[in-house]
């Protein structure tokens, strides 16, 4: 990988609301490189489909040729960077903007949601060490605006200062940080 972040662009984020395109660009950072095939096995749809997507992603700079790899034949991909950071904060002021950046946050957390859920699924094959690392935990704590976001802050910078071990198994952190639906904004379901 190239780079250890991207903030992605208004269009660049418009790339990613597809959800097969934010599965492979996790499969690639996670997993490393690989084609089309490869990818179009894994989450079960058409290289077609696949390719498509592929080209995307890399028209948008998410991934890049892996040049270490192919033959002419195939064509390898590699993640350009270890992970995107989003802000709604950093894009435009406009209503393009908002509809583009709810859109990405929905296939985040659809991602997310399923990420977990085949976790809780395979939790009962790991091994007795891998099984006591899981958490499944929430805490509900009155803070104010700024205090939820020195919060956030605080976890975030921990998080950025873990190393890889290269004795290590991918693991990962969902920092999910929200007031309480049904709160501020009102209980969409009481209409």
Known sequence: MNEPTIIPSLDQLKALTHPARTRMLGILRVNGP?????LAARLGIN????????RQLAQHGFIVDDEERGNGRERWWTA??????TDGDQLPDNEDAREAYDAYLQVVVSNYAEIIQRSVEERAMLPDE???TTTYSDWVTRLTPA??????????????????????????FQ?????????????????
Do not use: C, V
């Open 34 to 38: 690989a084609t089309a095939t490869m």
């Open 47 to 54: 290289s077609g489909a696949t390719s498509y997507h592929l």
């Open 80 to 85: 350009a960077h270890r992970m995107t950071q």
């Open 130 to 132: 891998w099984r006591e």
């Open 147 to 172: 205090k939820a976001i020195e919060a956030r802050e605080r976890i975030m910078a921990l998080l950025s200062e873990l190393e890889d071990d290269p004795d290590g198994e991918p693991f990962t």
């Open 175 to 191: 920092l999910n940080a929200f007031p309480l639906p049904g709160q501020l904004g009102g209980d969409p379901e009481a209409d």
